[in-house]
């Protein structure tokens, strides 16, 4: 029997802004609204776009020695995060590949909130609930979130929140929004300056228009999330992350905390340690690296790249159109022989080889906003 497609709170509102809805990781959720996705890219990046992310998994994971216990799983210093303040995190394997990337935050002395992505919450949560058996997993399904993200993010919630310059990067508090109790990040997934809020999901709807009575303030649906997180370099997971790729091939060793690194006082104590740590000591054999692509039209994922000499070397994992460059753009996993800054190499697309070169991400610098 196949399974019902979900929706979010934000279904008939979505659908009211002339969004066309698509299934996506179970849910019915918007691709673009009736400006496109051009627009709604530039309007992200040049004022505030709203993003219904309601479908991503929130949990919280609870009990003694919450922080040691999850560090069993991730490569990151939970003990070492304050109250309130967030990390990037992978959840591995044996192997060193990456089951899920996600966002971890401190809550309490025992307790820690992890969002997770979409496609992967179930398997997640009975990976933490397998290994973890003295913990409780609280899946927090009466929560909503929302991001919203872009220069005039700050200033809208300012009225609500007049402290918020102090609220740095990755940092996050309990605040009361447009009159609803929320819980509001400064983190997101499109390289500007944002925040992701959570809140009760019988009170998404009235959330979401207030807000976007607010004429800095639209829309953004799946199609420009793509193009902008592109942009930014941020990997996705199913594409650019899977179990059978690992943080260091990956390129985001950053995400392991020094004190788990080699020589570090928490050395190791992860799953797929062994591997991870010698592939930062000896290097890897492939690793993902930027594309810029000549002429229009983008290279998607799955094609084929080519050494000039017609050896296949790597593949495509994301590509699009980059609305802010102007120009196609991709992200590939290269032999790392072939994958320096500058090198020349040919993609096939239908049969057709295309010129592309290894450049440096992200493509559009990042706005994080660091005190």
Not at 257 to 268: D, H, P, Y
Not at 300 to 308: F, S, T, Y
Not at 320 to 341: K, R, W
Request: aromatic letters at 6%; charged letters at 20%; proline letters at 4%.
């Amino acid at each position: 029997m196949a399974t019902a497609i979900k929706r979010t709170a934000l279904y008939d509102l979505h659908t009211d802004y002339g969004a066309k809805m698509v299934p996506f990781a179970g849910y019915h959720m918007p691709i673009h609204y009736a400006d496109g996705i051009m627009h709604e890219h530039f309007h992200c990046r040049g004022r505030a776009g709203l993003f219904d992310v309601s479908h991503m998994g929130q949990i919280t994971v609870a009990g003694s020695n919450v922080a040691r216990e999850l560090e069993g799983l991730m490569p990151v210093d939970l003990e070492a995060l304050a109250v309130d303040q967030q990390c990037y995190a992978v959840l591995t394997n044996e192997r060193g590949g990456v089951i899920d990337d996600l966002i971890v935050t401190r809550r309490g002395n025992e307790r820690f909130s992890l969002v997770l992505n979409a496609g992967r919450k179930g398997c997640d949560v009975e990976h933490l609930r397998r290994l973890l058996p003295s913990l409780d997993i609280i899946i927090e399904e009466d929560l909503a979130l929302l991001a919203l993200q872009g220069p005039h993010a700050v200033e809208i919630l300012r009225d609500s929140m007049p402290w918020i310059d102090r609220l740095n990067f990755m940092r996050g508090c309990r605040a009361t929004v447009l009159g609803f109790d929320c819980y509001v990040s400064r983190c997101g997934y499109t390289g500007e300056d944002g925040f992701e809020i959570a809140l009760l999901a019988n009170h998404a709807l009235a959330f979401a228009e207030q807000l976007l009575t607010d004429g800095n303030v639209a829309w953004v649906g799946l199609g420009a999330r793509d193009s902008l997180r592109l942009e930014a370099g941020l990997c996705l997971y199913g594409q650019d992350l899977s179990v059978d790729i690992t943080p260091i091939e990956a390129c985001i060793g950053w995400s392991i905390s020094r004190s788990r690194r080699t020589g570090g006082a928490k050395e190791g104590g992860f799953i797929g340690a062994e591997t991870i740590l010698r592939q930062q000591s000896v290097g890897v054999s492939r690793r993902r690296v930027g594309l810029a692509v000549e002429g229009r039209a983008p290279v998607r994922q799955g094609a084929v790249i080519m050494q000039q000499q017609g050896a296949k070397v790597g593949e495509v994992t994301s590509g699009g159109f980059g609305p802010t460059l102007n120009a196609p753009l991709a992200m590939a996993y290269i032999d790392v022989e072939s994958s320096g800054l500058g090198t020349p190499l040919l993609a096939l697309v239908r049969g057709l080889e295309r010129a592309v070169t290894v450049v440096d991400m992200p493509r559009v610098p990042h706005r994080y906003y660091r005190r």
